[in-house]
């Protein structure tokens, strides 16, 4: 019975796989084969010193962050949850580097969209240190404490801004579809370098744009500089495969749709092609007559008298006109015009990259008041920003992730997106468990009253002072907000055909704390002395952990964390069904043969025991026999 891997996926092996993939030969026994791999790519590769690179103190130990496996958890945390049974959504407390380890395993190329808002750098937002040997210790040491402060004065300024965000990125990468993309926002102080490291992470050729985004209002007018009045929001896909979506047009485009016939509105565009290679010996086929309305041949002729083309030739003209989609107006002249007819319809248009028409940082702060009453949170952004990017990066079943969720403006949006176009998009959110109490000791003036507000929603909630559960907090009124409108409109609009009509979209979410690992032999910080050495024995998991957190466990590290489950009596003993009938997991002790056939019975593909819960070697072998030639695909022990 082969033991269930207690690591995050390793990203090192599974790039070695896809080298292996691609060039076979190059690959011996696990190893890179270099020299056969500078052969296969023959003139291609780059052996200069002095080549065309971006580098800086820490680059290849962040590299190393990125790829050493990790063996910490999520812990599932029911009674900060909503609608633990029926929700899809996650809302995750934890350091993201070590969520984002975590996620890869089922997430791998599952998310249509990212968006995250990482600190901007501004001096004094940005906290964590990450520490690869051992990643989890120093997160639990370090959310005890706080010392948001990254000065320049520092001399690593921005040496550690990338040392933070280089790991987080590449992890982010394997997560998105292959018709997915990330949107980051950010500002001055970070731009030019984020756009080099994404360049060199997701690839130059899957750059989508840098859009320009007004914030709404001009800070630092009173230094010496010019003052800020946007940010901005960097675009990359995974791959050619991503559509940018289209946006619904302005009340102004709408009104260019002016003429009308049997189809419905539409507006003109000329048939002769115009600008480049608008000339009859450019493409010779295209120059022929077009009959128009009262007999007269209308030929394609340029502005100055010159033979020109039409955009398409002769089969394409036949048939639009066969469709009546050829529009033919006299110019000043009393020369005949021919157009194509663009009707409304539902059009949208491309979006551009300078968005200047959406609400500002000030309306995002109005939204935080109307849910709490009060500021509890000094950077959120605007919903409708969020709900821009979501319209043109995701369709309706979509999974978006945002691990710098802040106050979870990125679930917010989804969830009114979801209600106004019946989607069904689900969420992920991650956010670091900030200490509210030290984050008091260490704030600005200015931001003083805000945390205080912000410890004040903790505890009318009866909750940790945490920025986490602040976020979560938001998803919870938000969603109850987004709920009475809808119910409103409803009603008031006569809708409700059936009185049992229910809201359709998904506003509840489950809490996942990361932890260390439950289990003792997973845990590369437990020390086995002699007191708890029998302990040890008996038991594989550390006392404090309950049943589902390592059925949690079990299904992170085999990388079906997304999958329902329900509790079973199976032969008279408690097992978890994870999926339909994909899983079985069973953490019970003194295994007999009738519970095995019982298993067998229910005709899972896995099975996932405890070891110690079989009396001894015969038995779990016994188990393996008869589980296999049940037609039982893979058996596991922890
Ligand atoms: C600029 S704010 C995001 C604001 C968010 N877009 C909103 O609208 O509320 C960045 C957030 O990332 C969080 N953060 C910083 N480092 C983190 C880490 N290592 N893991 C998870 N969250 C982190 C901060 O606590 C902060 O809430």
Redesign the pocket.
């Known amino acids: 019975m082969d033991k269930l891997e207690g690591t995050s996926l390793d990203i090192t092996k599974q790039n070695i796989k896809k080298l292996k993939e691609l060039f076979p030969n190059c690959v011996n026994e696990g190893k890179i084969d270099f020299d056969m791999l500078q052969t296969v790519l023959g003139e291609e590769i780059e052996t200069a010193k002095e080549k065309y690179q971006f580098t800086w103190n820490g680059k290849t130990a962040a590299i190393k962050l990125a790829q050493t496996p990790s063996s910490s958890t999520l812990r599932p945390c029911k009674e900060k949850s909503k609608n633990w049974d029926t929700t899809d959504n996650l809302y995750i407390e ?4 070590e ?1 984002l380890k975590q996620l890869q395993k089922t997430y791998y190329g599952k998310i249509k969209m990212i ?6 750098n501004t001096g004094h ?4 240190k ?1 520490d690869y040997r051992n990643g989890i210790k120093k997160y639990i040491d370090q959310t005890k404490q706080s010392g948001k402060s990254n000065p320049e004065t520092s001399g690593r300024y921005h040496t550690d801004w990338l040392n ?1 965000i280089y790991p ?1 990125l590449l992890l982010a990468k394997n997560l998105l579809s292959d018709d997915g993309a990330i949107f980051i ?1 950010i500002d001055d102080n970070e731009v030019f370098n984020l756009k080099t490291i994404c360049d060199e992470i997701f690839g130059q050729t899957n750059f989508i744009g840098n859009i320009v985004r007004a914030t709404g209002t001009t800070t630092g007018q009173d230094s010496n500089g010019l003052g800020k009045s946007f940010d901005y929001i960097l675009c990359y896909s995974k791959s050619s495969d991503f559509n940018v979506g289209g946006v619904l047009l302005s009340d102004e485009d709408v009104e260019r749709y002016n003429l009308e016939d049997e189809k419905g509105k539409f507006s003109i565009l000329q048939l002769r092609r115009t600008g480049n290679e608008d000339r009859r010996e450019d493409r010779p086929t295209m120059y022929f007559p077009i009959t128009a309305p009262d007999g007269t041949k209308v030929y394609p002729i340029g502005p100055t008298g010159y033979e020109s083309r039409w955009r398409v030739g002769p089969e394409t003209v036949e048939q639009r006109l066969r469709n009546n989609e050829l529009y033919f107006k006299k110019d000043s002249n009393g020369e005949w015009k021919v157009y194509y007819k663009y009707y409304l319809d539902n059009r949208t248009k491309r979006p551009s990259n300078l968005w200047t028409e959406l609400d500002g940082n000030k309306k ?1 702060q109005i939204e935080i008041k109307e849910l709490f009453d009060k500021a509890v ?1 000094d ?3 605007p919903t409708q920003l ?1 709900q821009k990017i979501i319209e043109i990066s995701s369709d309706k079943e979509s999974i978006i992730l ?9 679930a917010h949006a989804i969830m009114q997106q979801n209600s106004s176009d019946n989607g069904k998009r689900q969420f992920i959110m ?3 468990p ?1 200490d509210l109490d030290e984050s008091l000791k260490t704030c600005s003036k200015s931001n003083e009253q805000i945390i205080k507000n912000a410890i004040e929603v903790c505890d009318e909630i009866g909750a940790e002072h945490s ?1 986490a559960v602040v ?1 979560a907090e ?1 998803i919870r009124r938000a969603g109850e907000k987004i709920k009475t409108v809808w119910l409103d409109n409803h009603k008031s609009e006569g809708l409700f055909a059936d009185e049992a009509e229910e809201f359709p979209v998904d506003i509840g979410f489950k809490v996942f704390k990361l932890d260390s690992t439950n289990l003792r032999p997973w845990d590369n910080e437990n020390i086995i002395d002699d007191d708890n050495l029998f302990d040890t024995m008996a038991d594989v998991f550390k006392p404090d952990r309950s049943r589902e957190d390592i059925l949690y466990e079990i299904m992170l590290k085999y990388g079906i964390f997304d999958m329902p489950v329900t509790k079973a009596e199976v032969n008279g003993k408690t097992m978890y069904k994870v999926g339909s009938r994909y899983m079985l997991v069973c953490l019970e002790d003194i295994l007999s043969e009738a519970d095995i056939n019982a298993i067998c019975n229910e005709q899972p593909r896995v099975v996932v025991f405890k070891e110690a819960g079989f009396a001894n070697d015969n038995d779990k072998i016994n188990a393996v026999y008869n589980l296999t030639k049940a037609g039982v695909e893979d058996v596991k022990c922890i």
């Open positions: 934890g350091d993201n580097l969520v968006y995250i808002d990482p600190p901007y937002d940005f906290i964590y990450d933070m987080r926002s995002a949170f950077t959120p952004k969020i945002d691990f710098f969720s802040g106050s979870s403006t990125t991650v956010q670091l900030e920025l976020g938001r």
